[in-house]
């Protein structure tokens, strides 16, 4: 399974996504943490976030359904290949 292009793939894509979200909410921090701010600026960075947060959850579903059925069909071969041995 370590050789696996596809599994590979996924997981850097689930990566990406949480690193996204993590460095939006360090944005978010920063722009809170100077109180010179706009509110429409804060708005906006807060609402950044919700929608990346968002995204990344209906990714991460996505993802994680995409890794099991890839699994089983892993699985499957290899059930196959031994039961054919």
């Known amino acids: 399974m370590d050789d ?18 993590k460095d939006l909410k360090a944005e978010l921090s920063k722009i809170k943490a100077e109180h010179k701010k706009s509110f429409w600026s804060l708005y906006k960075a807060e609402c950044d976030l ?7 959850r209906e990714a991460e579903v996505k993802l994680k359904n995409s890794w099991t059925k890839r699994t089983w069909e892993l699985f499957k071969v290899l059930k196959f290949k ?4």
């Open 4 to 21: 696996d292009d596809f599994l590979v793939d996924i997981a850097a894509k689930r990566i990406a996504i949480q690193r996204h979200i």
């Open 50 to 56: 919700t929608k990346a947060k968002m995204r990344g």
């Open 82 to 85: 031994k039961w054919k041995k």
